[in-house]
């Protein structure tokens, strides 16, 4: 019995030790494709460009904050009475990340809370403003050396209502505008 005990906390001192040799700090950059769907479906597909911060204590959990960027051209549409021009979002972020099966490449999922911006398309009627975001997706990332490669795809749930109006028509789109990004990542990760 004394030796299962002294086994046990031999176990329990090595493992957290273990597990903060497995922890991870990284620095992503991100750059590829956004789009507007459902009341703003009439947009072009636009940049989205950003960085994250990530922090994982153990292989399969972690937090991220980041920094998500997009350019989106909105067409004009004339029975909507809208002029064309280009939609800015700034939307920083966190998320809790969880890796699915932990590795060289790793496929995770992740979710959490984003605060967007909104700007530039005032001639399309849409007045600058800000709303919460909650912003969740999945990816592939890997490991190569120091450095990182990885592939994301974001979904971004505007909370607040994204009001559109001009001297002709002025509709709640009641938060029907929601966006996503696929980006493609390269960055660093220190052990």
């Known amino acids: 019995m004394k030796r299962l005990l002294v086994a046990l906390t031999a176990a329990a001192l090595v493992a957290p030790a273990t597990a903060m040799a497995e922890s991870e700090f990284s620095v992503v950059l991100d750059g590829g494709a956004s789009k507007y769907n459902q ?5 072009d597909v636009g940049a989205a460009y950003g960085a994250r911060l990530g922090f ?3 292989p399969m959990l972690g937090i991220e904050v980041g920094y998500l960027g997009s350019q989106n051209n909105i067409n004009e549409s004339l029975n909507q009475g ?8 700034n939307e ?3 998320d809790l990340r969880l890796n699915i099966l ?11 809370y984003g605060y967007t911006w909104l700007s530039g398309a005032e001639a399309s009627g849409l007045p600058n403003q ?4 909650l912003p969740f997706g999945a990816g592939l990332e890997g490991n190569i050396g120091a450095f990182k490669l990885g592939a994301r795809f974001q979904y971004n749930y505007l909370f ?14 009641g938060g029907n505008s ?12 220190f052990h």
């Open 39 to 43: 009341t703003l479906s009439g947009s």
């Open 56 to 58: 994982l204590p153990t």
């Open 82 to 89: 809208r002029s064309a021009s280009t939609l800015k979002t």
């Open 92 to 94: 920083g972020f966190a």
């Open 102 to 112: 932990p590795g060289s490449f790793t496929p995770y999922v992740f979710g959490g």
């Open 130 to 133: 800000s709303t919460h975001t």
């Open 160 to 173: 607040s209502d994204i009001n559109t109006s001009s001297s002709s028509v002025s509709v709640n789109k």
């Open 178 to 189: 929601d966006f996503w990004t696929a980006t493609v990542g390269l960055g660093a990760s």
